[in-house]
């Protein structure tokens, strides 16, 4: 017997009560940028082009293997959605699996060849040494970010986003001190910049993993879902898991590689600049993770509604998480352009540094309405089993509008502007071509779902 259908009312509360802990815990995200891009730009500006230089590549890394547990999510809450239990803890276990090979391989990849990369991707020559230490200290802290994100996709698809919100957190204070301790030079230590920032995340990090790990372990109802045994563990499963990320991970690996060529195209007009888009890049990160929550939020629950094989369902959960989107990033938006010296002024910075994010933010604060729209497209569409076609829309948006059209404006002489003109327009491609895909198939008339591979 299904559930009987929810109201309108209810089910805006119910993505909203989802919704939030995600979006608290973004700013764990968040805050650990804006943390370090302030307690950094007390060392100089130099340092902070560093580390803005840096995360070209350590960005790209993270992205690509989020993007690869992303099944995590779909699988975990579909099997709830079924009434599966015992299903959502052996998908837990092969994710953790997935993820400390991903994060092993990935950092190991980053720490071998950060300068040649950074290079590849258009680094500024006489910044890409300083900045590949910082890539080289951050690449340890992988094999722990990735055993805590597998842990937090699986707390929530199993509609446990509180725990998470709580651990994410709770690291917070941990790293800021830490970051303050070791980029400034506190306590007689040397001040090691962009470094020590860096350092600051990897311990933060490491004791992020052991608690999102606890978090799961002490779930309500553990013993029924398997978490506490490995008897239901299957190689087979970690495979699927990473099939079904495959295309995700790419494209996006791709889509922030559009955001990474505007950062490096940044360095290459100038510390001011590169500083000015590392402010602009942080106040992205606030209004990203609102629609974080809401796209989270959506996956999990179009993704129940396919466990409950309600088809019907999952479009209108979709739409209600669109709408709920667009009114919180247009009045985010509007925030912003109110607001947009005391925001910009809040980072210690140059006069200089000031009056160009000023300028870039006033261009890209409009746009951020799509990109709260694109986010709850792709988590949607990726829980409706059509991860392939989200993927490819986001790379056309990202890598091949955001990121050529950035580089086509800087060689035109656009100067910084050129790079929110770049995002913005991406945005807007990336929500009409998700939002088309998602009514295409909607509207799919056997109401079919793909299963993942």
């Known amino acids: 017997m299904q559930p009987a259908r929810s109201s309108l009312s209810d089910e805006a509360r119910r993505i909203l009560a989802l919704a939030w802990p995600v979006m608290l815990t973004s700013l764990n995200w968040t805050i650990l940028h804006l943390t370090d891009v302030i307690v950094v730009g007390m060392a100089g500006?130099?340092?902070?082009?560093?580390?803005?230089a840096s995360r070209a590549l350590t960005y790209i890394g993270i992205v690509v293997v989020l993007g690869w547990l992303s099944g995590i999510i779909v699988m975990v809450s579909r099997a709830d959605g079924a009434g599966d239990l015992r299903e959502t803890g052996r998908v837990l276990h092969?994710?953790?699996?997935?993820?400390?090979?991903?994060?092993?391989?990935?950092?190991?990849?980053?720490?071998?060849?950060?300068?040649?990369?950074l290079r590849f991707v258009g680094v500024a020559p006489d910044l890409a040494p300083a900045a590949a230490a910082v890539v080289r200290v951050m690449a340890c802290a992988y094999p722990f970010q990735l055993l805590s994100i597998a842990a937090s996709f699986f707390l929530e698809g199993v509609s446990r986003p509180r725990r998470v919100m709580v651990v994410q957190l709770s690291v917070l204070p941990l790293n800021g001190v830490l970051a303050w301790v070791l980029a400034t030079g506190q306590f007689g230590l040397p001040a090691y910049g962009a470094v020590g920032a860096a350092a600051a995340t990897a311990i933060a990090s490491a004791f992020g993993a052991a608690a999102m790990l606890y978090a799961a372990w002490t779930l309500p109802r553990a013993v029924e879902r398997g978490v506490r045994t490995l008897s239901d563990f299957r190689w087979p499963g970690v495979a699927?898991?990473?099939?079904?990320?495959?295309?995700?991970?790419?494209?996006?690996?791709?889509?922030?590689?559009?955001?990474?060529?505007?950062?490096?195209?940044?360095?290459?007009?100038?510390?001011?600049?590169?500083?000015?888009?590392?402010?602009?890049?942080?106040?992205?990160?606030?209004?990203?993770?609102?629609?974080?929550?809401?796209?989270?939020?959506?996956?999990?629950?179009?993704?129940?509604?396919?466990?409950?094989?309600?088809?019907?369902?999952?479009?209108?959960?979709?739409?209600?998480?669109?709408?709920l989107a667009a009114l919180g990033t247009g009045l985010m938006a509007i925030v912003i352009l109110i607001g947009l010296d005391p925001?910009?002024?809040?980072f210690p910075a140059a006069p200089a540094v000031y009056t160009i994010a000023a300028a870039m933010l006033l261009v890209w604060a409009p746009f951020i309405l799509f990109d709260g729209l694109q986010v709850v497209f792709v988590y949607a569409l990726r829980s409706l089993g059509d991860q392939v076609a989200a993927g490819v829309n986001g790379i056309v948006a990202f890598?091949?509008?955001?990121?050529?059209?950035?580089?086509?404006?800087?060689?035109?002489?656009?100067?910084?502007?050129?790079?929110?003109?770049?995002?913005?327009?991406?945005?807007?491609?990336?929500?009409?071509?998700?939002?088309?895909?998602?009514?295409?198939?909607?509207?799919?008339?056997n109401g079919r779902f793909r299963q993942p591979a």
């Open 45 to 52: 500006t130099h340092e902070v082009a560093a580390l803005g």
């Open 94 to 117: 092969e994710g953790l699996v997935l993820g400390l090979a991903l994060g092993i391989a990935s950092g190991g990849i980053l720490f071998a060849f950060a300068e040649p990369l």
């Open 240 to 323: 699927a898991l990473l099939s079904f990320g495959a295309v995700p991970a790419l494209a996006s690996g791709l889509e922030l590689a559009g955001f990474s060529i505007l950062i490096a195209l940044s360095t290459q007009l100038g510390e001011a600049t590169a500083h000015a888009f590392q402010i602009v890049f942080s106040v992205h990160n606030v209004t990203f993770g609102f629609a974080l929550g809401l796209g989270s939020a959506a996956g999990v629950r179009v993704g129940n509604a396919v466990g409950e094989k309600r088809p019907e369902e999952a479009w209108r959960r979709a739409a209600i998480a669109a709408v």
């Open 343 to 346: 925001i910009v002024t809040a």
């Open 399 to 445: 890598f091949i509008v955001t990121g050529g059209l950035g580089w086509w404006l800087v060689q035109a002489g656009a100067g910084p502007t050129g790079l929110a003109w770049a995002s913005g327009i991406g945005m807007a491609a990336a929500a009409a071509l998700g939002g088309a895909r998602l009514w295409w198939v909607s509207g799919r008339a």
